[in-house]
T-cell receptor, first 112, second 112 residues
Framework: NAGVTQTPKFRVLKTGQSMTLLCAQDMNHEYMYWYRQDPGMGLRLIHYSVGEGTTAKGEVPDGYNVSRLKKQNFLLGLESAAPSQTSVYFC???????????FGQGTRLTVV | EDQVTQSPEALRLQEGESSSLNCSYTVSGLRGLFWYRQDPGKGPEFLFTLYSAGEEKEKERLKATITKKESFLHITAPKPEDSATYLCAVQGASSSGYALNFGKGTSLLVTP
């Protein structure tokens, strides 16, 4: 039982390049989330999904897109990376309702 | 809008020196208050969920309590392995798909 797995763990992009971060969970969770964590800012919600085929915007969605084609996977895309998107990205999932969220190990992204 | 404020930002303790971390919150319709531990380079790890004022949860040297405005994480006789960043988060009635709204965390260092 791997829980929540994020790939890649590290990535360096040049400004304007695109990439996709993959999140996979094996707990059959309905809800999935993408957060970013920046020094002094805490964790902020980017996008979330309440089930397969659904996505919605969180607190800081600009510059990102997401897709949830399969229940176990939640993809975060950056179409044209900017230095302001340098951050650590965390994926999380929970079953439903008021239950704890399980987090992946994070992806450290640097945009130069 | 839900708000979570944690204090202090950083705390240094001697091994065996008990203390408390504070989490002040404002939320519209609290569903749950969550405590997480985060080690450097790792994702947040779930510790406790508290649902209503007066509730208490314990795990080893940690005890979490909650009032209508605050939650405390009490650390009794800490050991160096308790060193980590402790995150507080709330889930309110207006939360996006049961997403968590995080504070900025308290960085705890326990020295031998």
């Amino acid at each position: 039982n791997a829980g929540v797995t994020q790939t890649p763990k590290f990535r360096v992009l040049k400004t304007g390049q695109s990439m996709t971060l993959l999140c996979a969970q094996d707990m059959n969770h309905e809800y999935m989330y993408w957060y970013r964590q920046d020094p002094g800012m805490g964790l902020r919600l980017i996008h979330y999904s309440v089930g397969e085929g659904t996505t919605a915007k969180g607190e800081v969605p600009d510059g990102y897109n997401v897709s949830r084609l399969k229940k176990q996977n939640f993809l975060l895309g950056l179409e044209s990376a900017a230095p302001s998107q340098t951050s650590v990205y965390f994926c999380a999932s929970n079953l439903q309702g008021i239950t704890e969220a399980f987090f992946g190990q994070g992806t450290r992204l640097t945009v130069v | 809008e839900d708000q979570v404020t944690q204090s202090p930002e950083a705390l240094r303790l001697q091994e065996g020196e008990s203390s408390s971390l504070n989490c002040s919150y404002t939320v519209s319709g609290l569903r749950g208050l969550f405590w997480y531990r985060q080690d450097p380079g790792k994702g947040p790890e779930f510790l406790f969920t508290l649902y209503s004022a007066g509730e208490e949860k314990e795990k080893e040297r940690l005890k979490a309590t909650i009032t209508k405005k605050e939650s405390f994480l009490h650390i009794t006789a800490p050991k160096p392995e308790d060193s980590a960043t402790y995150l507080c988060a709330v889930q309110g009635a207006s939360s996006s798909g049961y997403a968590l709204n995080f504070g900025k965390g308290t960085s705890l260092l326990v020295t031998p």
